[in-house]
C-alpha cells in the first residue's frame, strides 16, 4: 500500500511536474511579439509583400515568392532584368527620319524662284557634292505649291552649274568668279579645280601669292578706306585724299645711287641699322619685300581691290620722302596721292 500511495504519490508529482514545466515553457517568438505590441497598444506593422512578374512558361512556387525579409528587400532593390524568353508581341516601329525619300527621274527645280529641269543622274553625276547629298534619298527636300523641288539659293549662276554637270561646260569668262562661288556652295570639287585653272582664277593665283609677302596688305588696305571716309564726312566733301609710301626696297637711296652697291642690301650693324629706321609722314606705308613685281604692282593691287569694294581711286606721284637719315643718306622713298570719290 505504502508502495502504491508512494507510488500515486509520485504519479501525481510527474503531472504537476509535468503542468508546471507546460505552464512555465517560453512561448515562441511570433506569439510573443504580438503580445508586446498589443500590452503597448501599438498597431501590428503589415507584412512585406513582393510581387513577382514571370514571362510566359515560367512557373515558381509559392514558397519562393514569400521568403525571408532579408532576402525580399535585396530582390526588390535589385532592378529588374528583361527574361530571355520574353517575347514582343507588337513590332518595333523605325523613325519617320530612317525612311529614304524618292524622286523621279526627271526632277523640277525651283532655285530662289528660277525654275530648271534636269534628270536625276544628273545631279548626282558626283558622289561628294552637296547635290548628290540632297538627292540621295537621305535628306527631306521641300516643294514648292507646284512640286518642284525648292533649293533656297540664288538660281542666276545654277545654269552653268547644271551645264558642267551634264556635259563639262565651263563658264564664260566674266562669269568664272560667280560661278567659283556657287560651285564652293555645292561643293563641286571637279568644277572647282576646272575654273582654278582658267583666267581670271589663275592670274588671282599669282597675284595672291605676291601679295603673300606683304601680311599688312589687308589691314593697311582698311586703313585707307576708313581715312578717307572719315576726311570726306569731316569736309562734308565728295572725295578724299590720302598720301601713300609705296617702297620695294629698304636702302634709302636713288636709283642712280644703287649702281655703286654690289647688292640690294646694306651690310650694316645694329646700331647703324637703326639709324635708317624711320617712318615716313604719311597716312599709309607700304613695303619692303623681295619678288620681281615692282611698285607699279603694287599700285594696281590696291587701285583694283577697292575697285572690287565700289570705292573709286585714282592715284599719282607727288615726290619723295627726302628726310635726311646720315651722312649723305636721305630717304628717297616715293610718295603718292590717293583720291578717293565716293559718289
Known amino acids: 500500500m505504502q508502495q502504491n500511495g508512494s507510488s500515486g504519490s509520485n504519479g501525481s508529482d510527474g503531472c504537476s511536474r ?3 514545466s507546460l505552464s512555465f515553457s517560453p512561448l515562441p517568438a511570433a506569439t510573443t511579439r504580438v503580445r508586446r505590441f498589443i500590452q503597448e497598444r501599438r498597431t501590428l506593422p503589415l507584412p512585406r509583400v513582393m510581387v513577382v512578374f514571370s514571362a510566359a512558361g515560367d512557373t515558381e512556387k509559392p514558397s519562393d515568392a514569400m521568403s525571408s525579409s532579408d532576402s525580399a528587400e535585396d530582390d526588390f532593390r535589385k532592378p529588374a532584368s528583361p527574361s530571355p524568353n520574353l517575347t514582343l508581341s507588337k513590332p518595333l516601329r523605325s523613325p519617320l527620319n530612317a525612311q529614304e525619300q524618292e524622286f523621279p527621274e526627271v526632277i523640277s527645280l525651283n532655285v530662289g524662284g528660277t525654275y530648271f529641269t534636269t534628270r536625276l543622274s544628273t545631279l548626282r553625276r558626283y558622289e561628294d557634292t552637296m547635290l548628290a547629298a540632297m538627292f540621295s534619298g537621305r535628306h527631306y527636300i521641300p516643294q514648292d505649291a507646284e512640286g518642284r523641288y525648292f533649293i533656297d539659293r540664288d538660281g542666276t549662276y545654277f545654269g552653268d552649274i547644271l551645264n558642267f554637270l551634264r556635259e563639262g561646260e565651263l563658264p564664260h569668262r566674266d562669269r568664272v568668279r560667280a560661278v567659283h562661288r556657287e560651285a564652293q556652295y ?4 571637279p568644277l572647282l579645280d576646272s575654273l582654278e585653272d582658267i583666267q581670271p582664277l589663275t592670274g588671282e593665283k599669282v597675284r595672291q601669292a605676291f601679295l603673300d609677302l606683304l601680311p599688312y596688305y589687308k589691314d593697311n588696305l582698311e586703313r585707307i578706306v576708313e581715312i578717307a571716309k572719315l576726311r570726306a564726312m569731316q569736309k562734308k566733301a565728295r572725295f578724299a585724299k590720302l598720301k601713300i609710301c609705296v617702297y620695294k626696297e629698304e636702302m634709302p637711296i636713288t636709283p642712280y645711287e644703287r649702281p655703286l652697291f654690289n647688292s640690294l642690301r646694306f651690310e650694316r650693324s645694329d646700331s ?8 615716313c609722314e604719311v597716312d599709309v606705308s607700304f613695303g619692303p619685300w623681295e619678288a620681281v613685281a615692282d611698285v607699279y604692282d603694287l599700285l594696281h593691287c590696291i587701285v583694283s581691290d577697292l575697285a572690287e569694294r565700289g570705292i573709286t581711286a ?18 628717297k622713298r616715293p610718295i603718292y596721292e590717293f583720291k578717293i570719290t565716293w559718289w
Request: some cysteine.
Open 186 to 189: 555645292y561643293s563641286i570639287g
Open 18 to 20: 509535468e503542468r508546471q
Open 314 to 331: 585714282e592715284q599719282q606721284c607727288i615726290g619723295v620722302c627726302d628726310k635726311h637719315l646720315i651722312n649723305h643718306y636721305y630717304c
Open 272 to 279: 647703324e641699322a637703326k639709324l635708317f629706321e624711320h617712318h
